[in-house]
Nanobody, 125 residues
């Protein structure tokens, strides 16, 4: 499985960006797709996740109400629509895929088997 993230860039505070993650895989049943981010000097943290089959979504409290995760099965793509961006959202954003991830582990990096290369998001104040 290969993941290719794109869509990052420089945006002013209050602005929006949409990240995309193209997934090369033949089957997605029982899979979870997640977005994580890592700011300089900080650990990688959970942002959002979506269960591929049920489309059930999960969000970090820090982004709830501002970010939306979705997926397009026809395009094998997962999106992260980010709005009301803040300078503290600045980070490298990674998409990840995991199979058989249980709900209690969905926010843990260790639960994901595959990772994309990351895309930089910079929010200026």
């Amino acid at each position: 499985v290969q993941l290719q993230a794109s869509g990052g860039g420089l945006v002013q505070a209050g602005g929006s960006l949409r990240l995309s993650c193209l997934v090369s895989a033949d089957t997605f049943s029982n899979s979870v797709m997640g977005w994580f981010r890592q700011a300089p000097g900080k650990e990688r943290e959970f942002v959002a996740a979506i269960k591929w089959s049920s489309r059930i979504t999960f969000y970090a409290d820090s982004v709830k109400g501002r970010f939306t995760i979705s997926r397009d099965g026809a395009k094998n793509t997962v999106y992260l629509q980010m709005g009301s961006l803040k300078p503290e959202d600045t980070a490298v954003y990674y998409c990840a895929a995991g199979r058989g991830v249980i709900n209690s582990s969905i926010r843990r990096t260790q639960a994901y088997n595959y990772w994309g290369q990351g895309t930089q998001v910079t929010v200026s104040s």
